[in-house]
């Protein structure tokens, strides 16, 4: 079986993408330490949407340049404008 080589450019796309869910997350999760005690559903809520994003994040792969790019030009945007990320989200 001959062993194929994963490129340097995919590893890194792959990587901004995982990061860019990590981003995400941290928004996600900021929301939820603000419902916490105030409103518990809305956090439980959060929660389970963050759930979401880190199964999206485990999905991740190097070798699907269509999905990774998709993570990055979807959620990309989103995460560097929080009043964006909201409204999409």
């Known amino acids: 079986m001959a062993k194929q080589e994963t490129s340097y450019g995919a ?32 956090a439980q809520q959060m929660r ?11 999905r991740i792969r190097v070798d699907d340049h269509d999905a990774v790019e998709t993570v990055i030009a979807v959620w990309g945007p989103r995460v560097r404008d929080e009043a964006r990320f909201w409204a999409e989200f």
């Open 11 to 42: 590893i890194v796309r792959a990587e901004i993408a995982i990061e860019v869910i990590n981003q995400a997350r941290a928004i996600v999760t900021a929301r939820v330490y603000e419902f916490d005690e105030q409103d518990p559903a809305a």
């Open 48 to 58: 389970e949407r963050r759930r979401e994003l880190i199964d999206l994040q485990q």
